[in-house]
């Protein structure tokens, strides 16, 4: 199957409108769209984001999507999911994507788990790497990628995130609007409850200081990948990377 489900970015708000409009479309209810671009990017990217969004790809193209927000029930004392829509393009419909796209909301959230009375969360790793395998030179990112800070926000957002010291002391201020966990005192730190890693691969090959070693395909299974050409504001070309744990036999 050629099908990708991955996390809306900053810069598909227009995408996610057209999608939006081709549903009410679709229930011959148009007439009754209100929404507008810029209001849908500032709930899915904004400061405090109040509503989520999966985009499925079939063969690179977009090919429908999933919306859906955090809520919470008073009688069980637990959060959950309200999927609020859910919509494949026709070209599109008899390939399982509206099944995949309908179950990426409730494994990001982790409502499941809430649900069965689990506490547990889902650890992510989160890195961007060149393809030389640089992190980072002299204490700096050796690379400018303005959507892929804005990708790490939303990502981020309202969530715990934990990095070293020296990442810490790098940055201007404590990230906002997440808790920022700091780990130091211990250089083989590597993070072993992580079950999902988010790749951003840099094309490039700059010369550095601090090196990723390259990623264990017996360890990790590569579940989706999104290539994007620089833009007026990134130095390189880059490609998003999703990688998942194998489950140990």
Same mark, same amino acid.
């Given at each position: ?22 549903? +009410?479309?679709?229930?011959?209810? /148009?007439? $009754? #769209?209100?929404?507008?671009? &810029? ?6 990217? @904004? =400061? ?65 788990? +809430?649900?069965?009375?689990?506490? /547990?969360? $889902? #650890?992510?790793?989160?890195? &961007? ?6 992190? @980072? =030179? ?65 094309? +490039? ?12 395909? &017996? ?31």
């Amino acid at each position: 199957m050629s099908v990708i489900i991955r996390r809306a970015r900053p810069d598909e708000a227009g995408l996610v409108l057209s999608l939006v409009r081709e549903l +009410a479309e679709y229930e011959k209810l /148009l007439h $009754e #769209v209100e929404a507008t671009e &810029a209001g849908i990017g500032e709930a899915l990217f @904004g =400061s405090h984001p109040r509503l989520f969004c999966e985009i499925a790809e079939w063969k690179g193209e977009p090919a429908g999507f999933a919306v859906w927000f955090i809520n919470f029930s008073t009688f069980s004392g637990r959060s959950g999911i309200y999927l609020e829509d859910l919509f494949v393009r026709p070209p599109h419909r008899g390939k399982g994507i509206g099944k995949g796209v309908d179950r990426v909301p409730d494994r990001r959230s982790g409502a499941h788990r +809430a649900g069965a009375g689990n506490a /547990l969360m $889902e #650890v992510v790793l989160i890195v &961007a790497v060149a393809d030389n395998g640089v992190i @980072g =030179s002299g204490g700096t990112i050796p690379w400018r990628l303005k959507a892929d800070q804005q990708r790490l926000k939303a990502m981020t957002m309202g969530k715990p995130v934990v990095m070293g010291r020296k990442t810490f002391m790098s940055l201007r201020r404590p990230l906002p609007g997440r808790t920022n966990i700091v780990v130091t005192r211990d250089a083989s730190f590597r993070s072993p409850g992580a079950v999902v890693m988010e790749v951003t691969e840099v094309h +490039a090959r700059p010369e550095g200081d601090t090196h990723l070693a390259a990623v264990d395909p &017996a360890g990790w299974e590569e579940v989706a990948r999104v290539g994007n050409s620089a833009g007026p504001d990134d130095s390189a070309d880059y490609s998003y990377v999703t990688y998942r744990r194998r489950k140990s036999r």
